[in-house]
């Protein structure tokens, strides 16, 4: 069984910075895509970022430039640095483990939740104005 702990949220001002982590159990995590997504009130949960077992990244759209996704995997963690925060950021992040090992999965089925089978309990972050 895998177990996805995220720690890093907080309240931060806008234009402000957190870094989240996500430290996974088991001894193959380094085989695996990994991603985050997030969950604001009333939202579905939507795609964030990805980083590839290789070490491939991508970004959704409202986040490139701002956020950075990396991986150590001598620590089984990945991490999200996120920058210049606004208050649309705020939401509970989620980090995920990608279904399929090794994985060239195409980019378009790395930003869908179902391509995703373990999650992490959720790490809120609030961006006041």
């Known amino acids: 069984q895998v177990q996805l702990v995220e720690s890093g949220g907080g309240l931060v001002q806008a234009g402000g910075s957190l870094r989240l982590s996500c430290a996974a159990s088991g001894r193959t995590f380094s085989s695996y895509s990994m991603a985050w997504f997030r969950q604001a009130p009333g939202k579905e949960r939507e795609f964030v970022s990805a980083i590839r077992w290789s070490g491939g990244t991508y970004y959704s759209d409202s986040v490139k430039g701002r956020f950075t996704i990396s991986r150590d995997n001598a620590k089984n963690t990945v991490y999200l640095q996120m920058n210049s925060l606004k208050p649309d950021d705020t939401a509970v992040y989620y980090c995920?483990?990608?279904?399929?090992?090794?994985?060239?999965?195409?980019?378009?089925?790395?930003?869908?939740?179902?391509?995703?089978?373990?999650w992490g309990q959720g790490t809120q972050v609030t961006v006041s104005s």
């Open positions: 995920a483990r990608n279904r399929y090992v090794g994985s060239s999965r195409p980019s378009v089925l790395l930003a869908s939740k179902d391509d995703y089978d373990y």
